[in-house]
């Protein structure tokens, strides 16, 4: 088993008044040439966007780019025709392909909205640009993994990689084990509230543990926990 940990206050920070943003991997002018990427994982941004604000018009390529509300809602718009709202509760899945544009914006002109932003690099590249985004019900994730983006799972949101994503909330003094869906893939979990403990390393809020060369990952809660947990391929 090989791992890296990553503590909450080691992340990069980007303050634009209208945006507080921390970054486990370099993204825009955060770079660390150590925190790249993991295998096929490339950005997961903690994300709090002001009332009535968020992103105009942009264009990506070639990137699964899946956004998780934390609390709030975002206000997305592509060049695909789509037009939603994202709540919390939701996730959603926006594949690049071969280009789009799009805009996300606060959907609240009063509250902050917190979401997390994560990329994955896709499978194959250039394909037709698509997006999903489906409700999950919370008390299925309850001391178990909920799938929420896979490639081979219709009650989930489809990604276009070998990559799977779950939610967990973990009530304290309990453990699970994860189990990995590919062999040679690696695990990154993410702490989104509470405390763990994995591989003899104790992560609280916002810490992070990418774990590799391991088929089996046990998670134990020495606190109530909610946990993001990414499977992807490590090249």
Do not use: C
Not at 17 to 37: A, D, M, V
């Amino acid at each position: 088993m090989k791992t890296l940990v990553h503590r909450a206050n080691s992340r990069g920070n980007a303050d634009f008044g209208w945006l507080k943003s921390k970054h486990s991997f370099s993204f825009g002018q955060y770079y660390n040439p150590e925190r790249i990427h993991f295998g096929m994982l490339r950005v997961l941004n903690d994300d709090i966007v002001a009332g009535g604000a968020g992103f105009p018009t942009h264009p990506h390529d070639n990137m699964e780019i899946v956004s998780i509300p934390l609390k709030g809602a975002l206000a997305h718009r592509d060049s695909t025709g789509t037009e939603k709202i994202i709540q919390t509760g939701e996730v959603q899945i926006m594949s690049a392909g071969s280009g789009l544009t799009h805009s996300e914006y606060n959907a609240s002109k009063d509250e902050e909205v917190n979401f997390l932003q994560v990329w994955v690099l896709p499978k194959e590249k250039d394909i037709n640009p698509r997006y999903d985004q489906k409700q999950f019900d919370s008390q299925n994730r309850q001391n178990a993994f909920q799938t929420v983006v896979a490639p081979d799972d219709p009650h989930a949101v489809w990604i276009n990689q070998d990559a799977w994503f779950s939610l967990s909330d973990l009530a304290s003094g309990n453990t699970i084990t994860y189990s990995m869906k590919q062999h040679g893939n690696g695990v990154y979990i993410f702490v989104i509230n509470g405390q763990i403990e994995v591989a003899d390393n104790r992560l609280s809020k916002r810490d992070a543990i990418g774990i590799s060369n391991a088929e089996l990952v046990s998670i134990a809660a020495t606190e109530d926990a909610e946990l993001l947990v990414i499977e992807v391929p490590m090249n």
